[in-house]
């Protein structure tokens, strides 16, 4: 039993900005977890939520592939699932279209833990929580600053 995770958004965001807050530490924990996070292929790097059953509340994650500002991939590990997450940014007329997969889940374990996963991605993590994250850093980003 397999399933894979897909998730397409658009933001009226040029790219760059989606990419800050895709790499950004400060606002990852904003729109996803607490996390040691480094754009750097090879780092080795934690979230942090709340336990749950079955679940440490920790994710182990390694940075595979970091191609400013278009791709981004690295591992997401529990103890229930070994799996890679890909972020893909593509400009389009309306700002940026965000593509999210979330591969590997196997076994029966896995892939329910996938559905739950998939949830959070294409409701709360990728609709809100992202989005809210982009407008609040794109808007102190373009804020005047005192002279």
Same mark, same amino acid.
């Given at each position: ?71 981004? !991939? ?15 940014? +593509? &400009?389009? @007329? #309306? ?15 896995? !892939? ?15 609709? +809100? &929580?992202? @989005? #809210? ?15």
């Amino acid at each position: 039993m397999k399933r894979n995770l897909r998730v397409e958004v658009v933001y009226p965001y040029p790219p760059q900005t989606v990419w800050r807050a895709l790499t950004d530490p400060r606002a990852i924990s904003e729109w996803l977890m607490k996390n040691d996070f480094e754009p750097r292929v090879g780092h080795r790097f934690q979230f942090h939520t709340d336990p749950a059953p079955g679940f440490t509340g920790i994710v182990d994650c390694e940075v595979l592939v970091v191609d400013e500002p278009h791709r981004l !991939v690295y591992t997401w590990k529990s103890s229930a699932i070994d799996t890679r997450v890909a972020f893909t940014l +593509e &400009a389009v @007329p #309306a700002g940026t279209r965000l593509v999210l997969e979330h591969t590997g889940f196997s076994g029966l374990k896995a !892939v329910l833990v996938s559905f739950i996963l998939g949830s959070g991605w294409n409701s709360k993590i990728l609709r +809100e &929580a992202l @989005p #809210a994250a982009i407008a609040k850093h794109e808007s102190a980003a373009s804020a005047p600053r005192p002279e």
